[in-house]
């Protein structure tokens, strides 16, 4: 079983719908992330966060929002989708204990076309 | 202003042969870099890393090069096989201290049997 999932794998949605993508991982990691990638723009993180109680804006957080509702699950929030947030998202988590520095372990993605 | 920087969108290399993925930044406070594979349809997986402590990391085929002067990092795959055909992301930040990490915009490597 994968360590790190994400759901929905693909997602087509139209302008203002409200959509969330979940992230669940089972390696007992305290940080999660967010990220997008677009063509051209590699992946450029959106929110992360160190723990339960902590959540930090990343470099484009408009327009989205999250929620860590466990240590295991990190959820991302697109309130009101428009076209320009068609892209492929990436969750990942990260253990700093692990003494290897900030590797972080990705998730399959999740590709999300807004109509 | 991307912080990280992959100038190759795509190398095409003969089997065997040696890969040089190469990859700069801007900020010179960055401290810990890492290198990336991904495959279609899959997330990245971590390769290697490097702290600006050293200037040199080797892991069986891959090598990391750091140039902490020039703000240039580069991967050197040797030898080259088929299923290293990926592509590969360099990322950069600051260690320990919270920051997030900057990801270049990838190198799609091809290797030609």
């Known amino acids: 079983d994968a360590d790190v999932t994400q759901t929905p794998r693909n997602r087509i949605t139209k302008t203002g719908k409200r959509i969330m993508l979940e992230c669940s991982q089972t390696?007992?990691?305290?940080?999660m992330y967010w990220y997008r990638q677009d063509p051209g723009l590699g992946l450029r993180l959106i929110y992360y966060?160190?723990?339960?109680?902590?959540?930090n804006k990343g470099e484009i957080s408009d327009g989205y929002s999250v929620s860590r509702q466990a240590q295991a699950k990190f959820s991302l929030s697109l309130e009101s989708a428009i076209p320009n947030q068609t892209a492929l998202y990436f969750c990942?988590?990260?253990?700093?204990?692990?003494?290897?520095?900030?590797?972080?372990?990705f998730g399959p993605g999740t590709r999300l076309t807004v109509l | 202003d991307q912080q990280v920087k992959q100038n190759s969108p795509s190398l095409s290399v003969q089997e065997g042969r040696i890969s040089i993925l190469n990859c700069d930044y801007t900020?010179?406070?960055?401290?810990?870099f890492l290198w990336y594979k991904k495959y279609p349809a899959e997330g990245p997986t971590f390769l290697i890393s490097?702290?600006?402590?050293?200037d040199k990391n080797e892991d069986g085929r891959f090598t990391v090069f750091l140039n902490k002067s020039a703000k240039h990092l580069s991967l050197h795959i040797v030898p080259s096989q088929p299923g290293d055909s990926a592509v590969y992301f360099c990322?950069?930040?600051?260690?320990?201290?919270?920051?997030?990490?900057?990801f270049g915009t990838g190198t799609s490597l091809t290797v030609i049997p």
């Open positions: 966060s160190f723990d339960v109680k902590d959540i």
């Open positions: 490097i702290s600006s402590i050293k």
């Open positions: 990322a950069a930040g600051r260690l320990n201290t919270g920051n997030q990490f900057y």
């Open positions: 900020n010179s406070m960055f401290d810990y």
């Open positions: 390696k007992g990691h305290d940080r």
């Open positions: 990942a988590t990260s253990d700093l204990r692990q003494g290897v520095g900030d590797t972080q372990y």
